[in-house]
């Protein structure tokens, strides 16, 4: 019988997360580019919530396991950091671009 392997479990199962994480950000991009539309609009804020907020647990969950220092989790780490950091700039610049002045 196999030895179970509770680093690779939750490795795994933060992989599919992160691609998860990743999709809801690809589609807060395009929710984001067609937002003169205001179903669209709602649906940029919806995914830009769920984005950041997924990020955060998941960034609190490897600080709480203690994998957040370590050096294998370290690319767990800067992934939902990154998103974290995309999503926030994109909202603050107003992506896709300011809105312009008249």
Do not use: H, Q
Not at 38 to 47: D, F, G, Q, W, Y
Request: charged share 15%; net charge positive; with cysteine.
């Amino acid at each position: 019988m196999a030895k179970r392997n509770r680093y690779r479990e939750m490795e795994s199962n933060m992989t599919k997360i992160i691609v998860i994480d990743a999709l809801v950000f690809v589609l807060y991009l395009v929710c984001a580019r067609y937002s003169s539309n205001a179903t669209l609009n709602v649906c940029k804020v919806i995914t830009a919530i769920i984005s950041i907020f997924g990020s955060l647990l998941c960034t609190g969950w490897l600080y709480l396991t203690g994998e957040f220092g370590r050096r294998r989790s370290l690319w767990m780490v800067t992934a939902f950091i990154c998103i974290i950091i995309t999503v926030a700039v994109s909202l603050l610049l107003g992506y896709p671009c300011p809105p312009a002045t008249a």
